[in-house]
Every structure is written in C-alpha cells, then in structure tokens.
C-alpha cells in the first residue's frame, strides 16, 4: 500500500511539474505582478525564468526567455547580461525542433543568431521567423532555453537588457515592452 501511494505521489508530481513547465512563470506575490491580469500596471513582458532559482554548486541549470502579452511581433534581438566570472553558458537553443518557439506558432521557420561575450558578460540573442502564415504571432510563449554551468559566487543575477532589446513585426516597426524582469540564482553549498 505504502509502495503504490508513493507511485501515485511520484507520478502526480511528475505531472505537475510538467504542467508548470508549459506555462509562463509566476512572480513572487505583490501587488505590481506585471503577470498578474488583474492588475491594472500588467501589461507585456520579457521574463527569464524562472525569476528565483536555488542550484548547488558548480551545477548545470537552464533559463528560458519568455514574452507575456506581447502585440504581435516576427522578431527579437536581446541582450542577456550575466556574470561571466559565476557562470559559463554552455548552449543556447532556439526551440525550432519540435517547433517549441513562441515565434513558430504561425509555421515557418526561425533565422537565429547568438554570441556569449564573456568580456562583458552578456549573450546576444536575434531571431526572426520567415515564411510564417501569417509571420506575426501575438501572445505569450518561449523564445529560447539557455543552459548554464555554475563557476562561483551567490546570489547572482541574471538582466535582460531594456536598451539592448528591441521586439519588431513584420513590417519592421519596433513593438513596445512594459515589463523586463530577470532571475536571481542562490547557490546552495
């Protein structure tokens, strides 16, 4: 008995955390959650998630770049700013297998492009779909999954940069963001 409650607890956490990874993040609760539709500052948003992340050292971990409530866009060209002496980025995926990216919800395909500066510390990220029916795709979804190793240091915080993004539609007019909310790792030793 004790053995088939376990199964059926590991199997109910299985699924939700699988739920939770196909949905757009929560922010901690207060009263400006830009996420939150009943609050009337809500509006749209670039998210790194998720926002809090606890890892163990030198652990390999994963953030996704998420839009929320966005008018309809065909392209992004972001910069992600980071520690380059806490961490190393080990691999940036755009979502086009299995056509996991928000900007692919119209068919078509992804022209991408991404540079880690280590000097600075900041990933540059662009991406743009083509042939899309229509190319210009509205709402909330993933745009890209950067995987991450830990180095040193804690708590750290990863920025997205509100110059250095710039989200355009179709006919290549720049498309507005409310919102730009990072993510704090915490390393557990």
């Known amino acids: 008995m004790k053995n088939l409650l376990?199964?059926?607890?590991?199997?109910?956490?299985?699924?939700?955390?699988?739920?939770?990874?196909?949905?757009?993040p929560d922010r901690p609760e207060n009263p400006d959650n830009p996420l939150d539709p009943n609050n009337p500052k809500s509006g749209s948003a670039f998210i790194l998630s998720p926002t809090k992340l606890t890892i163990e050292a030198s652990e390999q971990f994963q953030l996704e770049l998420w839009v929320s409530n966005v008018d309809?866009?065909?392209?992004?060209?972001?910069?992600?700013?980071?520690?380059?002496?806490?961490?190393?980025?080990?691999?940036?995926?755009?979502?086009m297998v299995n056509s996991e990216s928000f900007l692919l919800q119209n068919g078509g395909e992804l022209l991408t492009f991404s540079q880690v500066n280590y000097d600075s510390g900041f990933i540059s990220l662009d991406c743009a779909v083509v042939e899309g029916s229509?190319?210009?795709?509205?709402?909330?979804?993933?745009?890209?999954r950067i995987i991450?190793?830990?180095k040193s240091g804690s708590p750290i915080k990863l920025e997205i940069s509100q110059e250095g993004t710039i989200l355009r539609n179709s006919r290549n007019e720049a498309v507005y963001i409310d919102n730009f909310i990072g993510s704090e790792v915490t390393i557990k030793y």
Do not use: Q, W
């Open 134 to 144: 229509p190319r210009d795709v509205a709402g909330t979804g993933k745009v890209v």
């Open 6 to 24: 376990h199964i059926i607890l590991s199997v109910s956490a299985i699924i939700t955390l699988h739920m939770a990874c196909e949905k757009i």
């Open 72 to 95: 309809p866009i065909a392209g992004i060209s972001s910069k992600i700013y980071f520690n380059n002496v806490s961490f190393n980025v080990d691999s940036i995926d755009f979502l």
């Open 148 to 150: 991450f190793t830990h």
